[in-house]
């Protein structure tokens, strides 16, 4: 694989329209592979405590929460993290369960060192934004903002 920064370098000139081609293809910058640090970052967001204070384990029948991810982003890679409660990833085009809790991720996209996660529970009303960085190789969240609607 190439290394990041070239991958970068090219983003920039050949201009924005490709910028999420070129991300989703990127390693990071500890040599994780885009996928790994995809589902690192999603976890991260996701097991942070003011995210989990809306996930309500106590009411069973809202699990497993389904998670829909998006758009380039593949499910399969994603199997086997722990978000904190019990979880399924949808694959594209199948309906969740309207009685389920739903995760939407509508962005998830990291480049070497930025991260930023977009997200709604509808079941909640809640919509979040998150602004992450690479810190000694694991991601953390710097900025979040939630909104309950």
Known sequence: ???ASRFVSRCLVAGMSIWASIVTEMPSAKGDSVVT???KALQVVIGDPRVQAFMHPEI?????LQVNL????GVEAFA???LGVPSVFLKRGT??????????VSMLELDNADGTVKFSLPIEGLVGSAQMRLENG???VKSMQLVEQ
Request: proline fraction near 16%.
């Open 1 to 3: 694989m190439r290394p």
């Open 37 to 39: 640090n995809q589902s």
């Open 60 to 64: 069973d029948e809202r699990f497993p």
């Open 70 to 73: 998006p758009e380039g982003v």
């Open 80 to 82: 086997g993290i722990d």
């Open 95 to 104: 309906a969740p369960d309207p009685a389920r809790a739903n995760l939407i």
């Open 138 to 140: 694991s991601w953390v």
